[in-house]
């Protein structure tokens, strides 16, 4: 069964930061495309960033470049999420899902498995 659990959301002040992880279990981590989504209530899931879990680095949504950096532990199966100097509009619940490695890192219908999502609030 496979299983992606988030962790690490919460709420901060605008300028504060987070790090968010997202567990994996019940497939092959190595070879796969993670990444973090955000939905905020009314809008659309948005993508946010991407990783290769064979190496390399990730891929960022301009919204966040310079801010998030997104990493994996391959001992751990699990992928995490740094953001930095917040803001009110990262307001969302984040979700983590994991593709296959030729599917398009931004599009969140190429991906297979989600967690169940995790909040993050940013206050003015």
């Known amino acids: 069964q496979v299983q992606l659990v988030e962790s690490g959301g919460g709420s901060v002040q605008a300028g504060g930061s987070l790090r968010l992880s997202c567990a994996v279990s019940g497939f092959r981590y190595s070879r796969n495309i993670m990444g973090w989504f955000r939905q905020a209530p009314g809008n659309e899931r948005e993508w946010v960033t991407a990783i290769f879990t064979g190496g390399g680095t990730g891929r960022y949504a301009d919204s966040v470049k310079g801010r998030f950096t997104i990493s994996g532990d391959n001992a751990k199966n699990t992928v995490y999420l740094q953001m930095n100097s917040l803001k009110p509009e990262d307001t969302a619940m984040y979700y983590c899902?994991?593709?296959?490695?030729?599917?398009?890192?931004?599009?969140?219908?190429?991906?297979?498995?989600w967690g169940q999502g995790t909040q993050v609030t940013v206050s003015s």
């Open positions: 899902a994991a593709g296959d490695y030729g599917g398009r890192w931004y599009m969140a219908r190429d991906y297979n498995y």
